[in-house]
């Protein structure tokens, strides 16, 4: 598992990695009211807005913290929107994405770096 300063998370698996925010940032962001998701098959470049997200506090966007192709949407977000709140690290995932470099990965944190960042 590795971590961006944005608080997702990036869980890689045979080159497909799957994409959430980290339960802190569900915690500063408040009660999850809407989610978008991207569009299957699309192709998206690191830093992309991919995902809006809307909370009590404030509206989010989640960047794509890599090149590649979504291939998957947690499609009952959008009818569900509070399992964010609920599961942020589980079942609360945004989207997969096939990576075209998966060495880009190393440039991210791992839990330990990401714990004292958060500190």
Not at 17 to 35: C, K, N, P, R, S
Not at 76 to 104: H, M, Q, Y
């Amino acid at each position: 598992m590795k971590y961006t300063e944005q608080h997702e998370w990036l869980d890689e698996d045979e080159g497909i990695v799957t994409v959430g925010i980290t339960a802190h940032a569900a915690e500063q962001l408040g009660d999850i009211v809407f989610v978008e998701l991207p569009e299957v098959g699309s192709e998206v470049s690191k830093d992309d807005e991919v995902v809006v997200i809307e909370s009590v506090k404030a509206a989010s966007d989640i960047l794509a913290p890599l090149d590649g192709e979504i291939v998957e949407v947690n499609d009952p977000l959008t009818d569900d929107p509070g399992k964010v709140n609920e599961d942020p690290e589980g079942e609360a995932w945004f989207f997969k994405i096939r990576v075209e470099d998966l060495s880009e990965l190393d440039d991210y944190m791992t839990e330990a770096e990401y714990k004292k960042f958060i500190s």
